[in-house]
C-alpha cells in the first residue's frame, strides 16, 4: 500500500503545475492543503475516489499513485481545457485507471458511482445532493465548506455516510474558491461573500451578520484609516479561528485590509478589534471592543485552547457547521 508520503515522493509536481509555456497553472492547491486533505481522506488502494476539481491534475496524479492500478479515479472539472490537457498528460504516462469528465461538481459523476471517497478541491455552496446519492455507505467524503454566513469562514471537513446519512467528522484548516456550473474568467477570494467590499482586483473587505441590514462609510473610514497596535496577548488569530466559528459569538467579524492583510474579531456599529490571522498586531478603535475581543481569547483559554482537532462537522440539511467536540470524542 503507497502512503502519502510515499505518493508525494513518486509523483513530480513540476511536470503538472506548468503549462507547456512555462506559465504557472492557477489552478493549484499547496501542497500543505493537498496533504491535510489526503490526510482526512485515507484513501485505501483498490477504492474508487471522485475527484472535484482536476486543476493541474497533481492532486489526481497522487490519489492515482495512492488507490492503485487495482483502484479508479474519477476526476471532474468545468473547465474543459483543464480536462483534456490531464487527460493527455495521464494517457502519456499510460495512467489507465484515472477518467477525466468535464461538468459541474455538484453534480458528482453518477457514470462510474458508486464512490469509496468523494475530495473536492472547491467548495460548494451546500453539500451536493448527488454526491451523498453516488458515494458508498461507509463511504467519506472530505471537501471544504463555509460553516457559517460570513465571509471567509471555510475549513476542510469529512463527512461519513452511515445509514444512507452524512456525518460530520474531522476538520482541518482549509479555503478553495468558490464551486461555480462556469467557467470562471477569473478567481476571487473571500470578499465575494462579505457584506462591504471595496473597488479592485483585490479590494478591502468586511463581514458580519449586522453589517447585512446597513452600511456605514463613517464605519468602513475608520476601518481603513487604523493604525496597527500593539497585540494584547501573544497568539494570533489563526490560533483562535477554530475556536470562535465553532462558538460563533455575536459580533463576529471577519475582514480583509488593503494594508494589513486578514483579521478575524469582534465588532459593532460603533467600532471593532480585530486581530490579524498571521502577525501580531490589532486594528482597534476603542477599549470596549477590544475587551469584548480579550474575553473571547480567555474562553478560548479557559477551554484548553481548543484548535481544529478539538472541533467537528456538523451536518444540519445540507449546510455544514462546525462545533466543539464533547470529551468522549477525543
Known amino acids: 500500500m503507497t502512503t502519502i508520503a510515499e505518493a508525494f515522493h513518486r509523483v513530480n509536481r513540476e511536470e503538472f503545475v506548468y503549462k507547456a509555456d512555462g506559465s504557472l497553472i492557477p489552478q493549484i492547491t499547496s501542497d500543505a492543503g493537498i496533504r491535510a486533505s489526503l490526510e482526512l481522506l485515507d484513501v485505501q488502494e483498490g ?13 489526481t496524479a497522487l490519489l492515482a499513485s495512492l488507490v492503485g492500478p487495482n483502484g479508479k479515479v474519477v476526476s471532474v472539472d468545468i473547465e474543459p481545457e483543464l480536462t483534456t490537457r490531464a487527460r493527455q498528460m495521464f494517457e502519456e504516462r499510460n495512467l489507465h485507471h484515472v477518467q477525466f469528465e468535464t461538468q459541474d461538481g455538484r453534480k458528482g459523476w453518477e457514470d462510474a458511482a458508486p464512490y469509496d471517497r468523494i475530495v473536492a478541491w472547491t467548495t460548494p455552496d451546500h453539500i451536493p445532493n448527488a454526491w451523498k446519492q453516488q458515494l458508498k455507505e461507509g463511504g467519506w467524503i472530505v471537501s471544504p465548506f463555509r460553516v457559517l454566513p460570513i465571509a ?16 460530520g467528522g ?22 465575494i461573500h462579505a457584506e462591504w467590499v471595496g473597488e479592485g482586483e483585490h479590494p478591502w473587505w468586511v463581514s458580519s451578520s449586522w453589517m447585512k441590514k446597513t452600511f456605514d462609510s463613517n464605519w468602513v473610514n475608520r476601518f481603513l484609516n487604523v493604525n496597527p497596535t500593539a497585540p494584547h496577548f501573544p497568539e494570533v488569530g489563526n490560533d483562535l479561528r477554530p475556536y470562535l466559528l465553532a462558538v460563533a459569538p455575536n459580533g463576529l467579524t471577519t475582514a480583509g485590509h488593503p ?72
Open 47 to 59: 477504492q474508487r475516489v471522485l475527484e472535484i476539481g482536476t486543476g493541474s491534475g497533481y492532486s
Open 152 to 167: 471567509d469562514s471555510n475549513v476542510v471537513v469529512r463527512l461519513i455516510k452511515m445509514n444512507g446519512e452524512l456525518k
Open 170 to 191: 474531522d476538520v482541518t484548516q482549509g479555503s478553495y474558491i468558490a464551486m461555480t456550473d462556469q467557467t470562471p474568467e477569473k478567481f476571487f477570494g473571500p470578499w
Open 259 to 330: 494594508e494589513h492583510g486578514s483579521f478575524i474579531g469582534y465588532s459593532s456599529q460603533e467600532g471593532f478589534a480585530l486581530i490579524s490571522l498571521s502577525d501580531r498586531q490589532w486594528l482597534a478603535t476603542d477599549e470596549r471592543h477590544t475587551n469584548i475581543l480579550i474575553s473571547w481569547w480567555e474562553s478560548w483559554k479557559k477551554q484548553k485552547q481548543p484548535s481544529y482537532s478539538y472541533i467537528k462537522a456538523h451536518v444540519v440539511g445540507n449546510q455544514v457547521l462546525v462545533k466543539i467536540k464533547n470529551e468522549e470524542e477525543f
